[in-house]
């Protein structure tokens, strides 16, 4: 019985230390949106654009791995 216990304390632990790995990462994204989201809401000049706005701002990542293949050339 007390081993069972260690086996769920050393889980529990595991499981703790693994979930602050990615803190950074999404720390970093998390700003990076807010500052996109202002700068497109910024230059919008219509509710159309707002909303285009949002949707950028929360798929700039892929626009820009994109535009960085297409001009490297792969």
Avoid: T
């Avoid at 769920?8 to 632990?13: A, G, K, L, Y």
């Avoid at 500052?35 to 990542?61: R, T």
Wanted: one cysteine or more.
């Amino acid at each position: 019985m007390d081993n069972e216990n260690n086996v769920q304390c050393c889980d529990r632990e595991k499981k703790i230390k693994y979930s602050h790995e990615s803190i950074c990462g999404g720390g970093v994204y998390g700003l990076a949106f807010v500052g996109a989201l202002v700068y497109f809401i910024q230059n919008a000049d219509s509710f159309k654009m707002i909303l285009i706005g949002i949707f950028k701002a929360i798929f700039w990542p892929a626009f820009l791995i994109y535009n960085l293949l297409v001009f490297l050339g792969m």
